[in-house]
C-alpha cells in the first residue's frame, strides 16, 4: 500500500525530504553560528546566569578637628542577610541562627516564614567582622554576608550637632555629614564573581572597578576648645536649672569657628533612645531677641554717625520714659541722673540708649546691624540654619527705633551674634564665617570705621572692668571685654512674652592687648540663683575664655609690674591644661 502511494505521489516524499533535509542544515547552522560565528551569545547568556557583579563599599572621608584629631571615622562591620527561598530548607538550624544573632526564635522563624519567596532580605547590619564570622560559620544554608562601612565618632557627644551622622546607608543626615555629603562619600567599586544557581560563590573573577574612598574633611574646630567649652555649658545648664544653652568660639581673624557646643546633645553612636530636641544645633537654628548685647552695635552707629563720643552726657533719670502707652523702663538702679556713653553701657540703660537712637535714627542702627550680618544668612551652608529677622520700616516711629536700640524686636542666632562681635573685636573688619579649616588669611571687609571699632573696644572692657561693671565676667591676667544682656521670652501661641521665662546671655571678646577671640554665651530658661546676663552667663565667658586664651598660648596682658618683671616666658599649656 505504501509503495503504491509512494509510486502515485513520488512529489510528497521529496518535499518532506526536503524539509527535513533543510531543518537538518538549518540546526547544523545554528550550532555552527553559535559556537563558532556567534560565540558572545553562548558566553553572554551563561554569564547572565553565573556571573555577577558584587558592589566594594567605599568608606566615607575622615573628618578631623584642626589638629587631625578624628571625629568621624569608618569602621568595617558586616552585615547578614539571607535567601528566605533557600532557608525553607533548613529550618531545624533557624533556632541556633537566632541565638548566634541574639534575636527571639519565634520572631526570627515568624519572619522567615512570612518572606518565604524572597531571594533577599536583611538579617541584621552593622556587626563586627568577629560578631559577623561567627554566624557565617554555622554554615547555614542560605545565609550571607556583606562588607560594609559604620561610622563611629570618637568624640561622641561633645561634637554631636557640629559632625552629625549618618544613617544606616552611610549617607549623610544631620551636620556636617549631610552638609559635605558629596564631599566625604566615597564611590563604591564592582567585583566580577561566579555563583551558581542558589546563588553560591563558586569563583572570584576580578575587580572591575576599584573602590574610590571619600576624601578627608578638616573642620576648623579645636577638639579641646570644644571640650572645654561643652563642660562649662554643661556645668551652667546644671548649677542654673536651665533648660538648654548654647556656647560658641570664634577667630575674629580667620572667622574659623574654633567651637560650637550645645546643651542638651546626644551620643551619635547611640541613637536608640533619641529625642528630637537633643538634636537640635540651638547655635544656629533657634533665634532669639539679642536684648542688652544689642547696646553695644547701636553705640557703635551713634559714634559712626558724628553726632555723638564717649564723653557725650544723657540725662537717665528717673529710670523710665513714656511713649504714648508704652513705658521703657531702666531695670537696675543707675549710676545717677546723667550718665556719659560708657555709662550707659556699663549700667545697660534704655533709657539712655533710646534717646541716643531717637537722635540718630532707627535707620541708621538698621544699617549698621545689616552691614554685620545680623538677619543675613552666614554662608555656612548648614542644615537647617536659620537667618532670624531685622526689621525694617518705611517710617521708623520712637517706639521701633527704642526697641531695636536695646534688643528687641528683631531675632539672631548665636552665630550671627557671635559674628557681629567679631567684627568690633577686628578694628571694624567682617571675616567670613567658616567651619572648615583655612591656611591663609581670609579677605575681609571694612564695614565699621576703624576708629569707632576701637572706640567701642575700650567702653565694652569698661563694661566688664569698671567698679559697677559686670566683674564676673573678668578673666584673670587678661583684659576682655563683652556685654551682658537679658531677654525676655515671646509665648509661643499667644502676643506677647512669657511670664518669669528668660534667656541670659553675654558676648565678649579678649584679649584687648590684640583681640583674637570671641564667644557668646546663651543660657535658655535659668530657674534657680536668677536669670540675669549678668550673673548666669558671664561666669561661663570668664572660665571659657579663660581656658581658650590659655590654651592657644596667650600672653598675658593683665599682670601686675611685679609680676610681669618676674614671670618668665610663657609656657605653652598642655591639652588638659586650660581650667577655667
Given at each position: ?9 513520488p512529489?510528497?516524499?521529496?518535499v ?8 537538518v ?5 545554528r ?5 563558532v560565528?556567534d ?11 553565573s ?16 589638629n587631625g584629631?578624628?571625629?568621624?571615622v ?5 552585615t ?17 541562627l ?11 522563624s ?22 559577623g ?6 554554615k547555614?544554608?542560605?545565609v550571607?554576608g556583606?562588607?560594609e562601612?559604620r561610622?563611629?565618632y ?6 554631636a ?20 555629603d ?27 572597578k576599584?573602590?574610590k574612598?571619600?576624601k ?45 557646643v ?8 547611640n541613637?536608640?533612645n533619641?529625642?528630637?530636641?537633643m538634636m ?12 542688652s548685647?544689642?547696646?553695644a ?8 554717625s ?6 557725650d ?11 504714648g ?5 531702666d531695670?537696675?538702679?543707675?549710676e ?18 533710646s534717646?541716643?537712637a ?16 545680623l ?14 529677622n ?5 517710617e ?11 534688643g528687641?524686636?528683631?531675632?539672631v ?12 573685636a ?34 565694652l ?10 566683674f ?10 563683652g ?20 534667656r ?16 557668646v554665651?546663651v543660657?535658655?530658661e ?17 572660665k571659657?575664655?579663660s ?11 593683665n599682670?601686675?609690674?611685679t ?18
Open positions: 500500500m505504501m509503495k503504491l502511494e509512494g509510486a502515485l505521489y512529489w510528497r516524499f521529496r518532506v525530504l526536503g524539509l527535513l533535509a533543510l531543518m542544515g538549518a540546526i547544523a547552522w550550532i555552527v553560528d553559535l559556537q560565528v560565540r558572545a551569545f553562548l558566553k553572554g547568556q551563561g554569564d547572565a546566569r556571573v555577577r557583579h558584587i558592589p566594594i563599599p567605599a568608606h566615607r572621608g575622615l573628618i578631623t578637628d584642626r584629631e578624628p571625629l568621624a569608618s569602621t568595617p562591620v558586616t547578614l542577610w539571607a535567601n528566605a527561598k533557600e532557608m525553607q530548607q533548613a529550618k531545624a538550624q533557624w533556632p541556633s537566632a541565638a548566634a544573632l541574639g534575636q527571639d526564635p519565634k520572631v526570627l515568624e519572619r522567615l516564614q512570612a518572606q518565604a519567596n524572597k531571594e533577599f532580605i536583611y538579617l541584621v547590619r552593622g556587626l563586627t567582622p568577629e560578631q564570622q561567627s554566624v557565617l560559620d554555622l547555614v544554608p542560605g550571607y556583606i562588607e562601612f561610622r563611629f570618637p568624640a561622641g557627644e561633645v561634637t550637632h557640629m559632625v552629625g551622622f549618618t544613617d544606616i546607608d552611610d549617607r549623610g543626615r544631620e551636620g556636617v555629614e549631610l552638609a559635605y558629596e564631599w566625604l562619600a566615597g564611590v563604591a567599586g564592582k567585583r566580577q564573581v561566579i555563583k551558581d544557581r542558589r546563588g553560591r560563590l563558586i569563583k572570584d573573577v576580578q575587580v572591575t576599584n573602590a574612598a571619600g578627608p574633611l578638616a573642620l576648623s574646630i579645636d577638639l579641646r576648645l570644644q571640650y572645654l567649652a561643652n563642660r562649662e555649658l554643661r556645668n551652667a545648664i546644671v548649677d542654673n536649672g536651665a533648660k538648654a544653652g548654647s556656647l560658641v568660639i570664634m577667630d575674629v581673624k580667620t572667622g574659623e569657628i574654633l567651637a560650637m550645645n546643651q542638651p546633645t546626644y551620643n551619635p553612636n541613637r536608640r533619641l529625642q528630637p530636641a537640635r544645633n540651638r547655635a544656629m537654628i533657634d533665634v532669639f531677641e539679642p536684648g548685647t544689642m547696646k552695635i547701636s553705640m557703635s552707629a551713634a559714634l559712626e558724628g553726632r555723638w563720643k564717649p564723653s552726657k544723657v540725662e537717665v533719670y528717673p529710670g523710665t520714659l513714656q511713649l502707652k508704652y513705658t521703657i523702663r531695670v537696675s538702679r543707675t545717677g541722673p546723667v550718665l556719659d556713653l560708657t555709662g550707659i553701657l556699663i549700667n545697660s540703660s534704655n533709657v539712655g540708649m534717646k541716643i531717637f537722635d540718630i535714627g532707627g535707620e541708621s542702627i538698621f544699617r549698621l546691624a545689616q552691614k554685620i550680618g538677619g543675613q544668612d552666614t554662608g555656612l551652608g548648614f542644615p537647617g540654619e536659620r537667618v532670624g531685622l526689621p525694617n520700616y518705611r521708623w516711629r520712637k517706639a521701633e527705633t527704642a526697641t531695636l536700640s536695646y528687641y524686636g528683631l531675632s542666632t548665636a552665630i550671627q551674634l557671635v559674628h557681629a562681635f567679631s567684627v568690633l577686628n578694628n571694624g573688619r567682617m571675616a567670613p564665617l567658616t567651619l572648615i579649616k583655612t591656611d591663609k588669611a581670609p579677605d575681609t571687609a571694612q564695614v565699621i570705621p576703624e576708629h569707632v571699632a576701637k572706640t567701642i573696644q575700650g567702653m572692657q569698661q563694661v566688664i572692668e569698671a567698679p559697677r561693671g559686670v564676673r565676667a573678668q578673666v584673670p591676667a587678661y583684659h576682655v571685654a556685654k551682658s544682656g537679658t531677654a525676655r521670652k515671646t509665648s509661643v501661641g499667644t502676643k506677647g512674652y512669657a511670664e518669669n521665662s528668660y541670659s546671655l553675654f558676648a565678649g571678646f579678649g584679649p584687648m592687648s590684640d583681640p583674637r577671640y570671641a564667644i554665651v543660657i535658655d535659668p530657674s534657680k540663683a536668677g536669670y540675669f546676663g549678668g550673673l548666669v552667663s558671664a561666669p561661663v565667658f570668664s571659657v575664655m581656658g581658650t586664651l590659655r590654651l592657644m598660648n596667650i600672653t598675658p596682658d599682670l601686675p609690674a609680676q610681669q618683671a618676674a614671670t618668665a616666658p610663657v609656657v605653652p599649656v598642655q591639652a588638659n591644661g586650660g581650667r577655667g
